[in-house]
């Protein structure tokens, strides 16, 4: 959702194309869900794949706080796009994998705590990074907090490996 105001404000994009920087992100991300669910069963190891992701994601995180009204709008719809196939891809990777490894008889009890603290995360998260945007005067600390929390991820993963 801020990603509309973080172009209009930063890369001098009119609120349509900015609007449609955001579509073309979350179409990725709708595509995103199919694709990486089709490498996870190809690999057979979703884990790696929820990994890439996070690798992905926090290079693309890290990446927007460079746009400027300089660039080129078709690389700034394919950083959003592709930032929007890992960011809003991954969903369906994550509960498969938790489903495969829940105890026998506790599926719907693992997903549904999961996605508990998944949908928590989703409602604290906009005002949460909207305070660090104000804090900090600027959009680079919340995008760089996005990297940060991806990468975490992508630790917890590494480890339990």
Not at 18 to 24: I, M, T, Y
Not at 47 to 54: D, F, H, W
Not at 110 to 137: D, E, K, M, Q, R
Request: glycine share 12%; with cysteine; aromatic share 10%.
């Amino acid at each position: 959702s801020f990603l509309v105001v973080y172009l209009v404000e930063q890369a001098a994009l009119s609120m349509v194309r900015a609007g449609a920087v955001l579509s073309a992100g979350m179409l990725a991300g709708a595509i995103g869900r199919l694709v990486w669910g089709a490498a996870a069963d190809y690999f057979r190891d979703a884990r790696a794949v929820l990994m890439a992701l996070g690798v992905v994601s926090a290079g693309c995180a890290v990446l927007m706080t460079q746009v400027t009204p300089g660039w080129p709008y078709a690389v700034v719809i394919a950083l959003a796009s592709v930032f929007g196939a890992a960011t809003l891809g991954w969903n369906g990777v994550y509960i498969a994998e938790l489903a495969r490894v829940a105890p026998a008889g506790k599926v719907a009890m693992a997903t549904g705590a999961s996605l508990s603290c998944a949908y928590f995360g989703a409602v604290t998260a906009p005002p949460a990074f909207a305070w660090i945007v104000s804090t900090a005067g600027g959009y680079t600390a919340g995008y760089l907090l996005l990297a940060l929390l991806a990468v975490a991820g992508v630790a917890s993963l590494w480890h339990r490996r």
